[in-house]
């Protein structure tokens, strides 16, 4: 028997080198560049209805990617991570409008300024866990949806403020389709960011802290460092997104950063599959395009009998967000790994195929 042709009955690393790799095989790189390619040129055959939804996976997949990253591999909980999103869009229009910086150079600057307040308030988590650290992010919640409401100087109060759009050489990428490329690149960096991120010591300690923090503790990691850290790098991320999120807007309004977006949030890392950056990027999908598909669906039962006896076509606005409970709910029940882990299970069963069992 020709061994050299035959093919591997299962998933194995057999050095630490492969171990430490970014894709699981060859082909893992080359479906995510052929993906890429899909995307760059997604504009020349779709309208710009369906841009504008992949803009909103694009901000949202890099806010629950930080979530993530605190959540699903460091085992911190937060239910405050719409108040980050919502600075960062704060901070990049407010250096943009009081500083005259170019917008390309204020939304990374914004996402350092969020980091630093998520390093802030990830100082509660060197001490507190579970429960306790949820009450605490939830303080957080309201404690800066508070500052935002009063702080006009930065927010423009009730007011809202003017986020101007990107521009760069002269050209405004004041459309969806141009902007689409701006959150495309930003996406690929940031998902590339966080995945050597957590192949590093840092990223180790991460997974430390959340399998087991007295092992890890002694073995040496530092607990208070990490759970802060792991705090700032969350936020990051999520002022990344929202810087995005005010620009392609051109405004911002402190009634959309509320303790329901943060939900959201936890949806799309619950969904997606938590300790997982494939995940962070599958549940802003799913969570994007379910109010849609209710809204389809709903719309497509109107005059119908089911319309009449349930007044189905009054009640869109309440389907939305009671579907996004209900699938929270059915996905823990059914598949609480998520939609990452259930990927893995399909991509198994045809690479490992006739054997697969």
């Known amino acids: ?43 020349l055959y779709l309208d ?40 960062g869009a704060f901070a990049s229009a407010w250096l943009n409008n009081n500083f005259a910086i170019p917008v390309f150079f204020c939304i990374p600057i914004a996402a350092i300024l969020t980091a630093l307040v998520g390093l802030l308030f990830g100082i509660p988590a060197a ?22 409401s009063r702080a006009s100087w930065f927010t423009g109060g009730v007011d809202g403020a003017s986020a101007e759009p990107l521009k760069i050489f002269g ?51 530092n607990l208070t460092k990490y759970r802060i850290l792991s705090f700032g790098i969350s936020s990051f991320f999520a002022g990344l997104g929202g810087a995005l999120y005010g620009h392609y807007l051109n405004f911002v309004s402190i009634e959309e950063f509320n303790i329901q977006l943060s939900i959201t949030f936890l949806a799309m ?6 300790g997982s ?20 669906l709903t719309r497509s039962l109107a005059g119908t009998p089911i319309d009449n006896a349930l007044s189905l076509s009054e009640a869109i606005p309440f389907i939305k967000e009671a579907s996004i409970g209900l699938v929270i709910i059915l996905f823990l029940i059914f598949e609480p790994n998520g939609l990452a882990y259930r990927w893995g299970q399909i991509r198994a069963w045809f690479k490992l195929y006739p054997f697969s069992y």
Request: aromatic share 18%.
């Open 171 to 221: 050209i405004f990428f004041d459309t969806d389709t141009k902007y689409f490329f701006i959150v495309l690149f930003w996406v690929v960096i940031s998902f590339i960011l966080a995945t050597n991120i957590l192949r590093t010591r840092d990223g180790r300690a991460f997974l430390a802290v959340r399998d087991h923090y007295l092992s890890a503790e002694m073995m040496g990691i």
């Open 277 to 296: 950056v494939r995940g962070s990027m599958m549940g802003a999908a799913f969570m994007v395009l379910l109010p849609e598909i209710m809204d389809w």
């Open 127 to 148: 001490r507190v866990k579970g429960l306790y650290l949820a009450i605490a992010t939830l303080a957080a919640q309201f404690i800066m949806e508070d500052f935002f």
């Open 269 to 274: 890392i619950i969904i997606g599959g938590l």
């Open 1 to 43: 028997m020709n061994l050299k042709n035959s093919r591997p009955c299962g998933d194995f690393r057999t050095s630490y080198h492969k171990d430490m790799s970014m894709f699981d095989d060859k082909k893992g790189f080359y479906l995510i560049c052929l993906g890429i390619l899909f995307l760059i040129f997604s504009p």
């Open 48 to 87: 710009s209805y369906l841009i504008s939804l992949l803009i909103y996976i694009g901000f949202y997949a890099i806010a629950a990617l930080g979530l993530n990253i605190l959540v699903g591999f460091t085992g911190q909980i937060s239910v405050g991570h719409a108040v980050f999103f919502g600075f």
